[in-house]
């Protein structure tokens, strides 16, 4: 059973661009959050989705961020017109889906975003 | 407002003695705890949790942590360190009635065990 995939491990975007960071969460897993890790800080979350829902966006920036968990697929964090303050790293974790809600997650091993 | 604290950001201990890395938490309600270890360009690996029960909780590679409500700590040990256990130590907190693991984290405690 593999386990979290994120790709690009490592992402280097000029000022203006768009970074698209994808996550594969483990088999069996619903349940998707994303983390951000700025340097010299703890991870910070950023949104928890379900399967084509978002359940809780509280940690995203208002605007050029965005997510999605489709259906079919992995889920995309997307920052447009990224800014060198974007830099850091982005971590995902899934977990699955208990009658508690009480299952811990597994991260992935992140993606590294630059901004030059 | 909600936070984890981790005083200590780095920890230095001999190889086969006892090692603390504490944590302290202020949330609302009954948290649920956990510790996280990072290494060296890797994600966070899972060690161990608190939901309810036993305030002492076994964890993975022998590691443990014991809740102390009247403290709000919830300090990781081992009782015997390893030179591969160093790395680095993440503390983190679920609030009461939030998702599970929409967490809190502490800002990290680095591990270094001298052989």
């Known amino acids: 059973n593999a386990g979290v995939m994120q790709n690009p491990r490592h992402l280097v975007r000029r000022r203006g661009q768009e970074a698209r960071l994808r996550c594969s969460p483990m088999k069996?897993?619903?349940?998707?959050?994303?983390?951000?890790?700025?340097?010299?800080?703890?991870?910070?979350?950023?949104?928890?989705?379900?399967?084509?829902?978002?359940?809780?966006?509280s940690g995203m920036p208002k605007e050029r961020f965005s997510a999605e968990f489709p259906k079919e697929g992995p889920s995309i964090l997307r920052i447009q017109q990224v800014v060198r303050g974007d830099s850091a790293a982005y971590?995902?974790?899934s977990s699955r889906d208990t009658p508690a809600?009480?299952?811990e997650a597994?991260?992935?091993?992140?993606?590294?975003?630059t901004v030059v | 407002a909600q936070s984890v604290a981790q005083?200590?950001?780095q920890v230095n201990v001999a190889e086969g003695n006892p090692l603390t890395v504490k944590c302290t938490y202020s949330v609302s309600g009954n948290p649920y705890l956990f510790w996280y270890v990072q290494y060296p360009n890797r994600g966070l690996q899972f060690l161990l949790k608190y939901i309810t029960g036993d305030n002492l909780v076994k964890?993975?590679?022998g590691f443990e942590a014991e809740f102390n409500k009247s403290?709000?700590?919830?300090?990781?040990?081992?009782?015997?360190?390893?030179?591969?256990?160093?790395?680095?130590y993440f503390c983190a907190v679920t609030p009461y009635g939030?998702?599970?693991?929409k967490l809190i984290f502490g800002t990290g405690t680095l591990l270094a065990v001298q052989p």
Request: glycine share 10%; proline share 4%; aromatic share 14%.
């Open chain 1, 91 to 93: 971590f995902c974790a």
């Open chain 2, 59 to 61: 964890g993975s590679y």
């Open chain 2, 71 to 88: 403290q709000t700590s919830f300090h990781l040990k081992k009782p015997s360190a390893l030179v591969s256990d160093s790395a680095l």
């Open chain 2, 98 to 101: 939030g998702a599970t693991n």
């Open chain 1, 101 to 103: 809600g009480d299952a």
């Open chain 2, 7 to 9: 005083p200590e950001d």
């Open chain 1, 106 to 113: 597994f991260f992935g091993q992140g993606t590294r975003l």
């Open chain 1, 28 to 57: 069996g897993h619903s349940h998707v959050y994303w983390y951000r890790q700025l340097p010299e800080e703890g991870l910070k979350f950023m949104v928890y989705l379900q399967k084509e829902n978002i359940i809780d966006e």
